[in-house]
Antibody, heavy 121, light 109 residues
């Protein structure tokens, strides 16, 4: 079954850290860029980060640069998002998504259900 | 780089609606445009990627296009169904970063 399942969310205090995981199955994980996208309550979608299939190429949005780090373990078919120095404005549902090809620019074609992260001030 | 979408559109069952996505600068045709559907209370799903490609399982009632003259992309949904009622987001790239439009709420009357 082709799917993405996120885990690791929860409630954390401002300034704290969380590590999100995304477990992939049903497709050749290493062949795809992967991305994290979030949605604050009542707001639109916001791109956070992506990583190449090999893990060599990464990029993060300015809003989280220096605080969030994306990584992956192809042997475990898992994607990660390390979030440090969390702020109230990071409160959102975080989705992992598969990029449609081995390049970063064709967009996502498969989404996880998302995991809630709540940062209390 | 900003992608601008109408706040809302509406249509009747069986009819056709088009949602636009206009780039603030440059040439929207330079990078691929994607369209994502988000039904209330659900995760987003992809209806169009790579300008016009549909993931398996997405009906051909959904089609994407690019209009270079107006620097815009469009999602056209034909044969509207009540299940199409959702928020729709366009997405493209600005260099090496992804950009989302603000979203359009589609109401099927």
């Amino acid at each position: 079954q082709v799917q993405l399942v996120e885990s690791g969310g929860g409630l954390v205090k401002s300034g704290g850290s969380l590590r999100l995981s995304c477990s992939a199955s049903g497709f050749t994980f290493r062949d795809h860029y992967m991305t994290w996208i979030r949605q604050a309550p009542g707001r639109g979608l916001e791109w956070i980060s992506y990583i190449s299939g090999s893990g060599t190429f990464k990029n993060v949005a300015d809003s989280v640069k220096g605080r969030f780090t994306v990584s992956r373990n192809n042997a475990k078919t898992s994607l990660y998002l390390q979030m440090n120095n969390l702020r109230a404005e990071d409160t959102a549902i975080y989705h992992c998504a598969r990029v449609a090809s081995g390049e970063a620019d064709v967009g996502a074609d498969l989404w996880g259900q998302g995991i809630m992260v709540t940062v209390s001030s | 780089f900003i992608l601008t979408q109408p706040h809302s559109v509406s249509g009747s069952p069986g009819k056709t609606v088009t949602i636009s996505c206009t780039g603030s600068s440059g040439n929207i045709a330079t990078n691929y445009v994607q369209w994502y559907q988000q039904r209330p209370g659900s995760a987003p799903t992809t209806v169009v990627f790579g300008d016009y490609q549909r993931p398996s399982g997405v009906p051909d009632r959904f089609s994407g296009s690019i209009d270079r003259a107006s620097n815009s992309a469009s999602l056209t949904i034909s044969g509207l169904k009540t299940e199409d009622e959702a928020d729709y987001y366009c997405q493209s790239a600005d260099g090496s970063t992804w950009v989302f439009g603000g979203g359009t709420k589609l109401t099927v009357l």
